[in-house]
């Protein structure tokens, strides 16, 4: 069974940086693409990053860009998301999720066939 598991949430304050994880498994090769999602209180879910584990594509989100760089490790399967300079505006909880194509990139949220659960990040002020 396919199954995503995002780590790495937590406290911080801002300025600060994180590291998000998402360790993949039961994937039969490394084509597929990852997505970080995240979701704060009352808002809708919003795209932040994303990566084609085979030809190594990124997009970020206008709000991140410059600030987080998402990365795989295909030995690991692991995709991370290092989150620098956050703001409180980044709070929320954090989703990473995977798509089998046919799409190389897709950014949206309904394109994606399996989740992992959640993790929350918070920043103070």
């Known amino acids: 069974d396919v199954q995503l598991q995002a780590s790495g949430g937590g406290l911080v304050q801002a300025g600060g940086s994180l590291r998000l994880s998402c360790a993949a498994s039961g994937f039969t090769d490394d084509d597929y693409a990852i997505g970080w999602f995240r979701q704060a209180p009352g808002k809708e879910r919003e795209g932040v990053s994303f990566?084609?584990?085979?030809?190594?594509?990124?997009h970020y989100a206008d709000s991140v860009k410059g600030r987080f760089t998402i990365s795989s490790d295909n030995a690991k399967n692991t995709v991370y998301l290092q989150m620098n300079s956050l703001k409180p505006e980044d709070t929320a909880v954090y989703y990473c999720?995977?798509?089998?194509?046919?799409?190389?990139?897709?950014?949206?949220?309904?394109?994606?066939?399996?989740w992992g659960q959640g993790t929350l990040v918070t920043v103070s002020s």
């Open positions: 999720a995977a798509d089998l194509g046919p799409q190389i990139l897709p950014t949206m949220w309904d394109e994606y066939d399996y």
């Open positions: 990566i084609n584990r085979s030809y190594g594509r990124t």
